[in-house]
């Protein structure tokens, strides 16, 4: 999914804000990933390394991705509507599928 990049002081970051991107140091090293989850330990280390803003994801762009993630599956279920449950390939390959458009790959 695509995620937008706001990027908020440290200071207004609280536990519970999910990351829309990777956070990298001034090494181009990956400090947290996206879609880590802040937690109080995670935002006192930021501190320590003296990070001052972090990219994080907007309200609006979760319920977005949501959306997308539900017409995405809404879709494969219509193609795949014939599915027989006991044909284990077709099954494999649609779980495959979902991940595939859902950025889980």
Do not use: C, W, Y
Not at 2 to 15: G, K
Not at 43 to 64: H, Y
Not at 65 to 87: G, P, V, Y
């Amino acid at each position: 999914m695509a995620r937008h990049n706001h990027q908020i002081s440290l200071v207004e970051a609280s536990p519970g804000m999910t990351l829309s991107d990777d956070l990298l140091d001034e090494h181009g090293q990956v400090l947290l990933p996206a879609g880590a989850v802040l937690t109080e330990a995670s935002i006192a280390g930021l501190r320590r390394r003296e990070i001052d803003t972090v990219p994080i994801l907007g309200e609006e762009e979760e319920g977005q991705d949501a959306a997308i993630a539900e017409q995405h599956i809404q879709r494969l279920d219509r193609l795949f509507r014939k599915h027989n449950d006991d044909d284990l390939a077709t099954e494999i390959l649609r779980q495959f599928v979902i991940k595939f458009r859902l950025g889980q790959t």
